[in-house]
């Protein structure tokens, strides 16, 4: 038997949960997907300031803020242990009206997102796999079969699909339109620890990001003692692990800044050590005859910025805002969908850029040696808070910001180029 819905979300994560509930908010009859049972482990811990607009929208901010650790900003230090870390603080961005967010464990987040949707109207359906989805022509409604886990494949007819399947890409394979980020190939290996060491008083909060000889590591303090430790490196280096992965995340500690090192000292591993391969990439489309890609469905860039879940939710909201206009057949969608597309590419261009760099010593010294010329510093806060998609001074200043860059590099003529051969051979390395 056939069931039916007005809108079927594949994938209960950040962006599939917000497109569920804006929708099912609009009196849409929702169903959404989620192939496991929340709450379940994700990666992705660290929130940003413009976050906060969007979960008061959908009305989770005081359950975030319950759940999270308070995060006045961030610190980068230099791979030179003797330089002293650079503290950048959301309350010095241009836009002073955010100056703070949280950190989160993304398994209480996204639960929190899925059952908001649910109390909205949204049908949830939990450890349910979607394994197909057949198009009719001139995107008059979609057939998904649908298995749910220990269950017989059923049949659901939709009006329109929105795909938030995250990693799993499910119509981006299906079309065959993913495609590697190439210029930025990265891998990443992680785990959360007890006993490791927060900065004292109101930064105990701060997310510290350290660079070292093989790329960058993190440290985000998390709820209930825990501390999420990742280093993001060459593809070529994690293929150079031998033995367990939690022997090479000790391995890849030990190469890292005495004071990394001794942070580390007393650490216990809490659950596993995860690995990630070369992870960096997008979609060449966003919409199509009834249906549209959001979230990591569409495009995945670097953690390094905290950007994903960000950019999910806020293209998660104008998904739905061009899905319900396609829907009522409102003469506005055409422009709704050419805004939806047009704000995602920039917004993951803005951070696309900074991170293809992020360890040249331009950036490096940049980031440890910062000026505010022209209110580039705040320019530059404002982009780690996530506000890069309104009209308020940020791009112009970003944009010389990468003139500083520039000319910074030019300075260490030796040093950018052993930089951009490290990338090119990365990319050589992803392609082969």
């Not at 929208?57 to 359950?63: N, P, Q």
């Not at 079969?145 to 995250?166: I, N």
């Not at 899905?323 to 951070?351: C, I, N, T």
């Not at 780690?384 to 112009?396: F, H, I, Q, S, T």
């Given at each position: 038997?056939?069931?039916t819905c007005?809108?079927?979300v594949?994938?209960?994560g950040p962006?599939?949960?917000?497109?569920a509930?804006a929708l099912?908010?609009?009196?849409?009859?929702v169903?959404?997907?989620e192939?496991?049972k929340h709450p379940?482990f994700?990666i992705?811990?660290s929130?940003?300031?413009?976050?906060?607009?969007?979960f008061?929208?959908i009305?989770?901010l005081d359950?975030?803020?319950?759940i999270g650790?308070?995060?006045?900003?961030a610190e980068?230090?230099d791979v030179?242990p003797?330089?002293?870390?650079?503290?950048?603080?959301f309350?010095?961005?241009l836009?002073?009206?955010?100056?703070?967010?949280?950190?989160?464990?993304?398994?209480?987040?996204?639960e929190v997102?899925?059952?908001?949707?649910?109390?909205?109207?949204a049908?949830?359906?939990?450890?349910?796999?979607?394994?197909g989805?057949t198009?009719?022509d001139?995107?008059?409604?979609?057939?998904?079969?649908?298995?749910?886990?220990?269950g017989e494949?059923q049949?659901?007819q939709?009006r329109y699909?929105?795909?938030?399947?995250?990693?799993?890409?499910?119509?981006a394979?299906?079309f065959?339109?993913?495609?590697?980020?190439?210029?930025?190939a990265s891998?990443a290996?992680f785990?959360?620890?007890r006993?490791?060491?927060?900065n004292?008083?109101?930064?105990?909060?701060?997310?510290s990001?350290?660079w070292?000889?093989?790329?960058?590591?993190?440290f985000?303090?998390?709820?209930?003692?825990?501390?999420?430790?990742g280093?993001v490196c060459?593809?070529a280096?994690?293929?150079?692990r031998?033995?367990?992965t939690?022997?090479?995340l000790a391995?890849?500690?030990?190469?890292?800044p005495p004071?990394?090192?001794?942070r580390?000292a007393?650490?216990?591993?809490?659950g596993?050590?995860?690995a990630?391969?070369n992870?960096?990439?997008?979609?060449?489309?966003?919409?199509f005859?009834g249906a549209?890609?959001v979230?990591d469905?569409?495009?995945?860039v670097d953690?390094?910025f905290s950007?994903g879940v960000?950019?999910?939710?806020r293209?998660?909201?104008r998904g739905a805002?061009?899905?319900?206009a396609?829907?009522r057949?409102?003469?506005?969608?055409a422009?709704l969908?050419?805004e939806?597309?047009?704000?995602q590419?920039?917004s993951?261009?803005?951070f696309?850029?900074m991170i293809?760099r992020f360890n040249?010593?331009g950036?490096r010294h940049?980031?440890?040696?910062p000026?505010?010329?022209?209110?580039?510093?705040?320019a530059?806060?404002?982009l780690l808070?996530?506000d890069v998609?309104?009209d308020?001074?940020?791009?112009?200043r970003?944009m010389f910001?990468?003139g500083l860059?520039?000319f910074?590099?030019c300075l260490k003529p030796v040093?950018a180029?052993?930089e951009?051969l490290r990338?090119?051979?990365?990319v050589r390395?992803v392609?082969?």
């Amino acid at each position: 038997m056939t069931q039916t819905c007005d809108v079927a979300v594949i994938g209960g994560g950040p962006a599939g949960s917000t497109t569920a509930y804006a929708l099912a908010e609009k009196g849409w009859n929702v169903v959404l997907f989620e192939k496991e049972k929340h709450p379940r482990f994700h990666i992705g811990e660290s929130l940003l300031p413009m976050n906060q607009p969007v979960f008061e929208r959908i009305g989770v901010l005081d359950e975030v803020k319950r759940i999270g650790v308070y995060k006045p900003g961030a610190e980068f230090y230099d791979v030179n242990p003797d330089n002293p870390p650079h503290r950048f603080y959301f309350r010095d961005a241009l836009d002073k009206n955010f100056p703070d967010a949280y950190q989160v464990r993304r398994d209480q987040l996204d639960e929190v997102l899925l059952r908001n949707a649910g109390r909205r109207g949204a049908q949830i359906f939990e450890q349910t796999k979607v394994t197909g989805v057949t198009f009719a022509d001139e995107g008059q409604g979609a057939a998904l079969t649908v298995t749910p886990e220990g269950g017989e494949p059923q049949c659901w007819q939709a009006r329109y699909v929105v795909d938030a399947s995250g990693r799993d890409t499910l119509l981006a394979g299906q079309f065959g339109i993913k495609r590697k980020n190439m210029r930025h190939a990265s891998a990443a290996i992680f785990g959360h620890f007890r006993h490791v060491p927060r900065n004292p008083g109101p930064e105990a909060g701060l997310i510290s990001v350290c660079w070292f000889e093989h790329g960058w590591i993190w440290f985000i303090p998390l709820p209930d003692g825990l501390m999420s430790v990742g280093a993001v490196c060459s593809p070529a280096y994690l293929k150079t692990r031998r033995g367990s992965t939690e022997a090479f995340l000790a391995d890849t500690i030990a190469l890292t800044p005495p004071h990394v090192r001794q942070r580390m000292a007393h650490a216990e591993l809490v659950g596993e050590v995860r690995a990630a391969g070369n992870y960096s990439y997008q979609c060449s489309q966003m919409c199509f005859p009834g249906a549209i890609l959001v979230g990591d469905a569409w495009a995945f860039v670097d953690p390094v910025f905290s950007s994903g879940v960000l950019l999910g939710m806020r293209g998660a909201l104008r998904g739905a805002a061009y899905v319900d206009a396609e829907l009522r057949g409102a003469p506005e969608a055409a422009a709704l969908r050419d805004e939806f597309e047009r704000v995602q590419k920039r917004s993951v261009k803005d951070f696309t850029w900074m991170i293809a760099r992020f360890n040249s010593p331009g950036i490096r010294h940049l980031f440890t040696n910062p000026g505010n010329p022209w209110r580039v510093q705040e320019a530059v806060t404002s982009l780690l808070a996530g506000d890069v998609e309104r009209d308020n001074g940020v791009r112009p200043r970003l944009m010389f910001f990468r003139g500083l860059y520039y000319f910074f590099s030019c300075l260490k003529p030796v040093s950018a180029v052993r930089e951009w051969l490290r990338r090119r051979a990365r990319v050589r390395a992803v392609v082969n």
